[in-house]
């Protein structure tokens, strides 16, 4: 049991250390701004010192079996010796060669008693390890199966039908969801956060698998879809743009490098509106970006991943929230980007940002999984309900 508790500790005492300093990497700025440097470094090394402690008592319980042997097998010498004297004080010297005989059989098996010991406690040590490998692999996962239908293009629609959703050990996230996204229009979600919004956007590039309900491409149940013939209609632009440290025509093209053109990679920038600013690089387009972009402003990293997703010419865009954290100038060059990019796709956007999403055919406003309402902006602040008291909050006049 001691050994045991030890090894759950140590599992304990390595995960805060990983924690720590994967926290301190990645909040860098927020840790120098606020003068924070002191509290990470204490705990970090309270961290490090914790898992020492328990790895120091580890290597002395692991050794103790041998010691305690060797303890008991001098005391048993001793005290037989002792005895066998008393006893028989006349026959010890012809008894002595047979103890001997014996005590050098007892010290030969010594090492693997020992032995043994160990390895109880080592095996009762990395229990914990082994319980959390067998949890991991015990536990429930969506294995996406690949379907066999082969996906040319979309022809009418894509169309949620009572669609049913929850992430493992969640409250439902959809639930009887139904809309339609038809080919060539616009479609809006909009809705609070935790309303379920960006899950649509994830079941669509089947990266989850609905619980319950159907998602139908053109008719066609999608699990019934080859995924990457499915993947390869769609351009997908999220917040968190994924920027990775190469040239700026390596992550424009980045998932087609197979098909790596040089011609298609500046009509993409173009059409992305993010020509003019890759030129004014030294290196224009083989500019390397740095570790998660950081040569990029947030703008530019945006318009990056719009080239991106328009370099395989999509028939369905989606964007998610991809505004919601730009200044206001980047906003209105990626809105303008969106509505140019919207004349003859697919488009679904899921926006956090009302006053990016007025021209929508069709918005959807979401709330707990549920669809509330939904038409076009007009209707719906005529309506004054949902989307009306939505976009009221956020500071812009309804009747705007």
């Known amino acids: 049991n001691i050994s045991y508790n030890l090894g759950k500790?140590?599992?304990v005492a390595g995960e805060k250390q990983n924690t720590l300093l994967n926290e301190a990497i990645s909040g860098i700025r927020q840790v120098k701004v606020y003068g924070s440097e002191k509290r990470w470094i204490k705990e970090f090394f309270q961290a490090m010192k914790d898992y020492f402690n328990l790895a120091k008592r580890d290597v002395v319980w692991m050794n103790l079996p041998r010691s305690l042997l060797e303890a008991i097998s001098v005391m048993l010498v001793s005290v037989t010796i002792i005895i066998t004297k008393i006893i028989y004080p006349g026959e010890f010297?012809?008894?002595?060669?047979?103890?001997?005989?014996?005590?050098?059989?007892?010290?030969?098996m010594m090492p693997s008693l020992a032995q043994l010991g160990s390895l109880r406690i080592q095996i009762a040590g990395i229990l914990p390890q082994l319980e959390l490998i067998k949890r991991v692999i015990a536990e429930k996962s969506d294995n996406i199966i690949d379907g066999r239908k082969e996906m040319a293009q979309l022809e009418k629609t894509i169309q949620f039908k009572n669609v049913n959703f929850s992430y493992p050990g969640r409250a439902k996230v959809l639930k009887d969801f139904s809309v339609v996204f038809p080919k060539g229009k616009v479609t809006a979600i909009v809705g609070p956060s935790g309303a379920g919004k960006s899950t649509i956007a994830d079941l669509v590039v089947r990266l989850f698998v609905a619980d319950s309900g159907e998602i139908l491409i053109d008719d066609i149940n999608i699990r019934d879809l080859k995924i990457s013939t499915w993947l390869k209609n769609i351009g997908f632009v999220t917040q968190d743009t994924f920027i990775f440290n190469d040239t700026i025509a390596g992550n424009i093209v980045f998932g087609d490098e197979a098909d790596k053109n040089m011609d298609k990679t500046i009509e993409a920038a173009k059409v992305a509106n993010a020509h003019n600013f890759i030129m004014e690089f030294p290196d224009g387009y083989n500019t390397i970006v740095g570790d998660r972009g950081m040569k990029l402003s947030g703008g530019q990293r945006q318009r990056i991943a719009i080239a991106r997703a328009i370099y395989r010419k999509p028939e369905v865009l989606i964007f998610d929230e991809a505004t919601s954290s730009l200044d206001n100038v980047s906003e209105k060059i990626i809105q303008q980007t969106i509505h140019?990019?919207?004349k003859g796709h697919t488009v679904i956007i899921i926006a956090h940002r009302l006053s990016t999403i007025i021209d929508a055919d069709n918005i959807v406003g979401l709330d707990k999984g549920k669809?509330?309402?939904?038409?076009?902006?007009k209707a719906l602040i005529d309506k004054k309900g949902f989307y009306w008291e939505l976009y009221s909050h956020q500071g812009v006049k309804p009747d705007e």
């Not at 008894?95 to 030969?108: D, M, N, S, T």
């Not at 669809?371 to 902006?377: A, K, S």
Request: proline share 3%; glycine share 10%; net charge neutral.
């Open 371 to 377: 669809v509330i309402e939904q038409g076009t902006h």
């Open 340 to 342: 140019d990019l919207s």
């Open 9 to 11: 500790g140590r599992i």
């Open 93 to 108: 010297l012809k008894i002595f060669p047979l103890l001997g005989a014996f005590f050098y059989a007892l010290e030969r």
